[in-house]
């Protein structure tokens, strides 16, 4: 269940609390869930959601620690898990940012704290690779599953599969790549969009990975890795039904944390299938999701302490 005494499943989170949320530009190219609507008091909106969401995690008593958001050209700096990772060996790794504005969202002074935080044992540097035009962007392109020692990773622009395999290979986990396709036959530009890995559980939108040998070898993984299997649809893979993230509170239960677009498109049998092992957490984050195109997932950098 543990290595080092660390929890496989995230036991802390990290935030990035937003001050200059908006839409990006530079990441609609390739995040086709971004829209660009005009919102009365955006700030006032991203505030109220972003601490009503802090009010549930305390609620169900789930820690987190929370940092400002300092650089005003960064209006995704509240997806703070696609630039640093930690896993349960206390490694720390830094990823290399599709688009030029994110690349500043990297802050030391938050590498300092978590590697502090995780009595690292390693930083894992990859942010150069920014200048190969290889990226691979956190644990948006990678669903790891600690517990078997596996990554999962499908193909975009945001997610370079020699540099996915290579970390693999650093790291010591088996990687699993696939190409996964939205409706219109874009490349889905994050894995997180499409599957999420729970201790005894997977969600995942098996339909988008259109590639029958493909979509075999991801199935027979996840099965061997012991989780059971979720199938949700495009529909509610677009009402971010994926885009979840499981956590362990202060009293150690297992909770499952997603947005409520995300639990509204869920079906009874599924939610009674999350509900054997976790603790659903529902939380609004709609502005997020319909501007920025990430969901509750993105918003959480998972630490193991």
């Given amino acids: 269940m543990t290595n080092n005494l660390r929890s496989n499943i ?3 989170l990290m935030l990035i609390k937003p001050k200059h949320f908006g839409f990006n530009s530079q990441t609609a190219v390739s995040n086709h869930f ?3 609507p005009d919102v009365e008091n955006l700030n006032a ?12 995690f305390d609620e169900v008593n789930i820690s987190y620690h929370i940092f400002e958001d300092q650089e005003d050209s960064s209006p995704d700096a509240v997806f703070s898990n696609n630039w640093i990772s930690t896993d349960p060996l206390g490694r720390v790794t830094l990823y290399p940012m599709c688009t030029e504005n994110r690349r500043k969202e990297v802050r030391m002074d938050i590498v300092d704290w978590v590697q502090n935080k995780v009595k690292s044992t390693k930083l894992i540097d990859l942010t150069k690779e920014v200048e190969k035009q ?3 962007e956190g644990t948006g392109s990678i669903i790891f599953d600690h517990f078997s020692k596996t990554a999962f990773a499908c193909e975009s622009i945001r997610t370079n599969m020699q540099l ?5 290979k650093e790291i010591g986990y088996k990687p699993v790549s696939f190409e996964s396709l939205d409706l219109n ?11 999420s890995i729970a201790e005894n559980y997977c969600i995942i939108n098996l339909d988008s990975i259109q590639n029958q040998l493909e979509k075999s070898f991801c199935k027979i993984a996840l099965e061997k890795a012991g989780k059971t299997i979720i199938s949700i649809s495009y529909a509610q893979m677009n009402a971010f039904a994926a885009n979840v993230l499981e956590v362990k509170n202060l009293q150690n239960e297992s909770c499952l944390i997603m947005s409520k677009s995300a639990y509204n498109s869920l079906e ?8 054997k092992h976790s603790k659903i957490v529902v939380v609004d984050v709609a502005v997020f999701e319909e501007i920025g195109g990430g969901g509750i997932r ?7 302490v």
């Avoid at 036959?185 to 599957?195: D, F, Q």
């Fill in 34 to 36: 971004q829209n660009n």
């Fill in 298 to 304: 993105c918003m959480l950098t998972g630490l193991h």
């Fill in 185 to 195: 036959g874009n490349p889905i530009y994050h894995t997180n969009v499409m599957l």
């Fill in 134 to 136: 290889t990226f691979l």
């Fill in 164 to 168: 996915f395999e290579s970390y693999c």
């Fill in 268 to 275: 009874i049998p599924q939610i009674k299938s999350i509900e």
């Fill in 10 to 12: 995230p036991n802390l």
């Fill in 45 to 56: 909106l991203v505030e109220k959601s972003f601490m009503d969401v802090l009010k549930i």
